[in-house]
């Protein structure tokens, strides 16, 4: 099969297609014929070399397609199925590959806004379970026009929660669509989210990694009512958890997401496709971070 790879650290220029032995399913695992495959932030960081010392490596954590093969104890899904969920591999980004915890494409979808759910939803739920989000309490969320932050804003919103979120004034009225009250990000943060709530928040999530988690901790009366998934450094100095998926993934977001969005309560757009070939140009467009909505691969 042909996969997305790298053997060296560096630019897009370090991305091949290459021939890989086809994948086979585990136990409790399935076999896909990709379709499509997210593209994340993750995969350019590890490609520079930022968060992973391991040469080659294959790229992707999640896809959708049509199943192809089942293995041992499969018994929910059959041949033919299409599908979307995680690869525990990394290694999504490819014509065939293995699903560790996967799920049926909703109707309404096609692979590629299949294959833009799992990171997002997974990374959102694990945070607003983190946090406790339910209905009746603020949240703010910091960085809330990207794939991970409007997930989170509607996941929250189906919780019950009033939602505040940071954006360009360009996105304004896009996170007003998705049920929560905009803020513009920057200098006078805390004012302008004051004049929303001005008691402040009630929990803070931070998505963006922009450094304003002194401000988030002020808003939401401490460090334990705030959450960053994008800035590591910043927790350790400030004493803000950071959610990172090794301590358990949020896997139960894939089964639920199909009926918010068949009942129109989520949505997540797909910004832009590319073909599998054009992986080195995907990862230019995700590194520049100025997508409003997921980066796929089209794949077969």
């Given at each position: ?33 990709v ?9 350019w ?24 093969e ?10 033919g ?28 979808l096609?692979?590629?806004g299949a ?25 703010l ?70 450094g ?32 990172r ?21 989520f949505?997540l ?11 080195a ?20």
């Amino acid at each position: 099969m042909k996969a997305a790879r790298y053997s060296r650290f560096g630019g897009p220029e370090v991305l091949e297609i290459v021939d890989l032995p086809d994948p086979h399913p585990g136990p409790g695992e399935v076999r896909v014929a990709v379709r499509a495959a997210g593209v994340n932030a993750s995969d350019w960081k590890k490609r520079k070399g930022l968060m992973d010392e391991e040469l080659p490596q294959t790229l992707g954590h999640e896809a959708a397609g049509v199943v192809d093969e089942l293995g041992e104890g499969v018994t929910d899904v059959a041949v033919g199925d299409r599908v979307f969920g995680f690869s525990s591999e990394g290694a999504a980004q490819a014509e065939l590959v293995v699903l560790s915890h996967y799920a049926p494409v909703p109707p309404s979808l096609d692979f590629a806004g299949a294959a833009a759910l799992p990171a997002a939803i997974e990374t959102a739920t694990r945070a607003l379970d983190q946090l406790g989000v339910g209905s009746g309490g603020t949240l703010l969320v910091n960085g809330a026009s990207g794939s991970v932050g409007s997930a989170a804003v509607q996941l929250a919103v189906v919780r019950g929660a009033r939602v505040i979120g940071t954006a360009s004034p360009a996105n304004h009225e896009y996170l007003r669509s998705l049920g929560a009250e905009p803020v513009a990000y920057g200098e006078g943060l805390t004012e302008r989210v004051r004049a929303l709530a001005a008691d402040g928040v009630d929990l803070a999530l931070d998505v963006a990694g922009s450094g304003v988690l002194p401000e988030l901790i002020g808003l939401a009366g401490g460090a334990a009512h705030v959450i960053t998934v994008a800035d590591f450094a910043g927790a350790q100095e400030h004493g803000v958890r950071f959610s990172r998926g090794d301590a358990g993934r949020a896997v139960h977001a894939l089964g639920e997401i199909g009926e918010l969005i068949e009942s129109g309560r989520f949505s997540l757009p797909v910004a832009q496709t590319f073909p599998l070939a054009e992986v080195a140009e995907a990862h230019r467009v995700s590194e520049r971070g100025r997508a409003r909505g997921k980066l796929v691969l089209l794949v077969g």
